[in-house]
T-cell receptor
Framework: EAGVAQSPRYKIIEKRQSVAFWCNPISGHATLYWYQQILGQGPKLLIQFQNNGVVDDSQLPKDRFSAERLKGVDSTLKIQPAKLEDSAVYLC??????????????FGPGTRLTVL | GDSVTQMEGPVTLSEEAFLTINCTYTATGYPSLFWYVQYPGEGLQLLLKATKADDKGSNKGFEATYRKETTSFHLEKGSVQVSDSAVYFCALRHQGGSEKLVFGKGTKLTVNP
C-alpha cells in the first residue's frame, strides 16, 4: 500500500513570495492533516479535514495560509506572502476510521521550506 | 491548553545501554498517549501507544506505561542498538472531537557502537 505522498520535498523562496505544497493521502483515508514542524520543535497542527470539510483550523494563520481539499482526496497548502518565520517542515498525515477509538495517523516525508 | 514536555536532548548512549526518555503531559480528561519516531531522512512513524491509565505500550523492545497519577509516559528500552538512533516525540490526543496530536519538542538519540 502506497504511503502519504508530498511534493515538493524541498523549496527555497524569498520572503513575500508565495508557495504551495501538495499532499496525496493514503487511498481511502477520509481524514487529512497538515502539521508545521519548526526546527527544534514538535509538529503543530495547522488544519484538519474530514473528507473535504474543515474540522479544525484554529492554529492556521489565516491571513497568509490557506488550504483546500477538493473532492476529498488530495490537498494543497498555500502560503502567501511568506515570512522568514514560516521556514519549517510541512507534514501531511492521513487517517481512516477503524471502528475503534483510535485512528492511526500516517505521515508523509514532509516538505522542507526555507524562506530567505 | 494541552501540552507535552520531554526531556531535553540530545542523548548519546553506547550500544546495549539502557534508555529512558522522560515525558510528562498537561491535559484535561483522559487523553491517549503516543511515542513517535523519526529516523534520519524519513517521516514520523508511530512507535507505540496507550489509550488509558496503566496501559503499557510496547514495540521493537521499547516500552512506555501510562501513569495518570504522575501524568507521565516515559519511554524505555533495556538495550539500545545503533539502529535506534533517531528523534523521538511524545504526543497526546484527546478522545472525540478533533483528532489532532499535540507533540513534545522531540529528543534526539544517538547510539554509538
Amino acid at each position: 500500500e502506497a504511503g502519504v505522498a508530498q511534493s515538493p520535498r524541498y523549496k527555497i523562496i524569498e520572503k513575500r513570495q508565495s508557495v504551495a505544497f501538495w499532499c496525496n493521502p493514503i487511498s481511502g483515508h477520509a481524514t487529512l492533516y497538515w502539521y508545521q514542524q519548526i526546527l527544534g520543535q514538535g509538529p503543530k497542527l495547522l488544519i484538519q479535514f474530514q473528507n473535504n470539510g474543515v474540522v479544525d483550523d484554529s492554529q492556521l494563520p489565516k491571513d497568509r495560509f490557506s488550504a483546500e481539499r477538493l473532492k476529498g482526496v488530495d490537498s494543497t497548502l498555500k502560503i502567501q506572502p511568506a515570512k522568514l518565520e514560516d521556514s519549517a517542515v510541512y507534514l501531511c498525515a492521513s487517517s481512516s476510521p477503524s471502528g475503534g477509538n483510535y485512528n492511526e495517523q500516517f505521515f508523509g516525508p514532509g516538505t522542507r521550506l526555507t524562506v530567505l | 491548553g494541552d501540552s507535552v514536555t520531554q526531556m531535553e536532548g540530545p542523548v548519546t548512549l553506547s550500544e546495549e545501554a539502557f534508555l529512558t526518555i522522560n515525558c510528562t503531559y498537561t491535559a484535561t480528561g483522559y487523553p491517549s498517549l503516543f511515542w513517535y519516531v523519526q529516523y534520519p531522512g524519513e517521516g514520523l512513524q508511530l512507535l507505540l501507544k496507550a489509550t488509558k491509565a496503566d496501559d503499557k505500550g510496547s514495540n521493537k523492545g521499547f516500552e512506555a506505561t501510562y501513569r495518570k497519577e504522575t501524568t507521565s509516559f516515559h519511554l524505555e528500552k533495556g538495550s539500545v542498538q545503533v539502529s535506534d538512533s533517531a528523534v523521538y516525540f511524545c504526543a497526546l490526543r484527546h478522545q472525540g472531537g478533533s483528532e489532532k496530536l499535540v507533540f513534545g519538542k522531540g529528543t534526539k538519540l544517538t547510539v554509538n557502537p
